[in-house]
């Protein structure tokens, strides 16, 4: 009997401690996501600035982020795990996309952050004014 309850004991043991592990994992995942989701943030918004304040062309933009052109004719920049710009490609865990959208009278621009295996993190569009009206 002593042992019956012994093995019960353990077994209410193991099964809380395999509860509570798993808890502490998908905690470290949400902070991980929600430390990923922030940073992009930052950087989208950062990048969008700028393409707002060289009234939308995304050529003086990407000179201003010392950002790379892809074939697409993409603004890209690269970020390592601790979101430093980086061109190597081995260091790369996340990618900032700008894209102009054609068609518009306003220039208007897709910022996307993604990690390096093409999940979205972040999306943000942003139109830049580029002046000439009326002024007092």
Not at 15 to 33: E, M, N
Not at 47 to 59: F, I, P, Q, W
Request: glycine share 6%; with cysteine; hydrophobic share 45%.
């Amino acid at each position: 009997l002593f042992l019956i309850e012994m093995m019960v004991v353990i077994l209410f043991f193991a099964l809380t401690s395999a509860i509570c592990v798993h808890l502490f994992v998908q905690s470290y995942q949400s902070a991980k996501h929600s430390e990923a989701l922030t940073n992009g943030v930052l950087q989208a918004q950062s990048a969008a600035e700028v393409y707002k304040s060289t009234a939308g062309d995304l050529g003086q933009t990407a000179t201003l982020l010392s950002a790379a052109w892809s074939a697409d004719k993409e603004l890209v920049l690269g970020y390592d795990a601790h979101w430093q710009i980086t061109e190597e490609e081995v260091d790369i865990a996340y990618v900032l996309t700008m894209s102009e959208s054609q068609g518009t009278a306003v220039p208007t621009a897709e910022v996307l952050i993604s990690t390096a295996d093409g999940s979205e993190v972040y999306r943000l569009s942003v139109k830049a004014y580029q002046g000439g009206g009326h002024q007092p």
